[in-house]
């Protein structure tokens, strides 16, 4: 018997073995639908695993020219990259090619469907509501199926094709009830909902007011949560009243929603003409912050849109209209922010909090504001842009 075939029928109870090993399948249900869906009937013939010596840092792996390989990757604790580029041309050799799909790494699977908290009670579980964001190939939808009922299960994804993949893999998998949605899961699905639970595999910069609408009262909200600054973080909120609030997490990244991507803009505003007209001044403050994950987390939620990053031997920040360089010795700004000030700044005032983590901080979302909070909802430490795809804008 090869490796393949013993994968394709022993694969799940495999994986679901592995998973419990690793702590993250507390629940005896969540093993058993990890040990009952075969995740390698949800994955194209054509993945990419990420390799940093490939070209574009992906490596392809195609199932006619190596099927052991491709099987081993569906039950191995790892992401299975399933579209780069949004489906675009394959531009592996050019620059880093952009994973823009994937079944997600199992073990974050698994703690997502732990932080949805369901009812242990089979009974109780089985009238669960759920909306999906990101079925991507549709996996995590079928475990989702085990746990709550296929009838129960709403999944929407963005890409058309990616979507027809899911349909497909479910109905042949024997999910026929679960309801898959070509379409923007920012803006939800009105006609199924309320939702006892929304869970987003992609990732937001805002959680879009949608969500809060289209969930049950006492209901939860779980998504990857990242901010221009720092791209990793999780947040799990409970709704009540038209408001929905909760602490951040777990350290996850994930792949941003569509609408939510926001580009750099250093590059683009880095010109010689802004070199020239730049405001130079000594270093003379710590930069340790801009290494620091808990730091950059915690600045980035006082500094939504400042990306920041590596160039050379130095560090940048930018925001869409202004530009800071700093190396050893020197800070230059250009544009009207001065914008390594407002990160010092920030950075001072989360050494002043102690240097919490991202447990420490919260989220509110209300339908005018999403506000940031320290160890609890009344100690508001910032506000972040609203964001209400549902609605025409003002
Ligand atoms: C990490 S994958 C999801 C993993 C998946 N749930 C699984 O079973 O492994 C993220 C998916 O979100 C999709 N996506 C991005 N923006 C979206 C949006 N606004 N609405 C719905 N899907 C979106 C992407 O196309 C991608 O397929």
Request: charged share 20%; aromatic share 8%.
């Amino acid at each position: 018997m090869t490796e393949a075939q013993k994968l394709s029928s022993h694969g799940p109870e495999y994986l679901a073995s592995l998973l419990a090993e690793q702590g993250v399948l507390a629940e005896p249900w969540l093993r058993a639908a990890f040990a009952r869906v075969r995740r390698h009937e949800f994955l194209p013939d054509r993945v990419w695993l990420d390799d940093d010596s490939a070209e574009g840092g992906y490596a392809l792996l195609e199932r006619s020219k190596n099927p052991d390989r491709w099987m081993q990757a569906a039950y191995e604790d790892e992401a299975v990259v399933t579209q780069l580029d949004d489906g675009g041309p394959e531009r592996l050799d050019s620059y880093w090619a952009t994973p823009t799909s994937s079944a997600s790494m199992p073990s974050t699977v698994a703690q997502m469907l732990t932080d949805i908290s369901l009812p242990a009670e089979p009974t109780a579980r089985h009238c669960t509501k759920i909306m999906e964001i990101g079925a991507a190939t549709g996996y995590n939808a079928a475990l989702l199926a085990e746990l709550v009922g296929p009838g129960n299960v709403t999944t929407i994804e963005i890409d058309p094709a990616l979507a027809s993949g899911a349909r497909k893999a479910l109905d042949a998998a024997g999910y026929e009830k679960v309801t898959v949605v070509t379409g923007d899961g920012e803006r939800g699905r009105a006609a199924g909902a309320p939702y006892d639970r929304i869970l987003s595999t992609a990732s937001v910069v805002a959680i879009p007011y949608t969500w809060v609408e289209q969930a049950t009262n006492g209901g939860l909200i779980v998504s990857p949560f990242e901010t221009a600054f720092y791209n990793t973080g999780m947040v799990r909120l409970t709704v009540q009243d038209g408001t929905a609030t909760g602490p951040f997490s777990r350290p996850l990244q994930f792949m941003r929603v569509r609408g939510q991507r926001t580009p750099a803009h250093f590059e683009a505003l880095f010109t010689d003409e802004a070199w020239e007209a730049r405001r130079t001044k000594p270093l003379d403050s710590d930069t340790s912050f801009l290494r620091d994950p808990a730091a950059e987390f915690a600045v980035g939620l006082m500094l939504p849109g400042v990306h920041h990053g590596q160039r050379g031997e130095g560090r940048w920040l930018s925001s869409d209209d202004s530009w800071a360089y700093v190396n050893d010795e020197n800070v230059f700004e250009w544009g009207p922010r001065d914008l390594f000030d407002e990160a010092t700044a920030a950075a001072d005032k989360w050494h002043e909090h102690g240097r919490p983590d991202m447990s420490r901080y919260g989220l509110t979302v209300t339908p005018t504001g999403q506000l940031v909070w320290l160890n609890h909802a009344d100690n508001i430490v910032g506000t972040l842009p609203t964001h209400n795809p549902g609605r025409p804008s003002a």
